[in-house]
């Protein structure tokens, strides 16, 4: 089974930055578009960025563009979400996943989330 373990979230003031990591385990990693959703208590499950299995073509919503950068290790079999310009709401559980191309993992279809890693932005 594919298994997706998230970390380097924290707590951090308004303006930080942040980075998260997220390894996959698993079979054929290179083959993969990786992505960052997030959720906020009481809200849905958000996309926030998306990348190929080359590291080409990342692709944002708007509202994420201008502060966060996603990139990829393949050697590591690991997808990083680089954060700046950090506000109080950014505040969500993050999660990773993946699909074979960036345009189907905006529906997500696997149901592979990992625990998630815990973003607090505190004034």
């Known amino acids: 089974q594919e298994q997706l373990a998230e970390s380097g979230g924290g707590l951090v003031q308004p303006g930080g930055s ?3 990591s997220c390894v996959y385990t698993g079979n054929s990693f290179n083959t993969l578009a990786m992505g ?4 906020a208590p009481g809200k849905e499950r958000e996309f926030v960025a998306g990348i190929n299995w080359s590291g080409s073509s990342p692709f ?3 509202s994420m563009k201008d502060r966060f950068t996603i990139s990829r290790d393949n050697s590591k079999n690991t997808v990083y979400l680089q954060m700046t310009g950090l506000k109080a709401e950014d505040t969500a559980v993050y999660y990773c996943n993946f699909d074979t ?3 189907t993992m905006l529906t997500p279809r696997y149901d592979y989330w990992g625990q998630g890693t815990q973003v607090t932005v505190s004034s």
């Open 18 to 20: 942040l980075r998260l």
């Open 36 to 39: 960052w959703f997030r959720q």
């Open 60 to 62: 944002y919503p708007d």
């Open 101 to 103: 191309r960036i345009a």
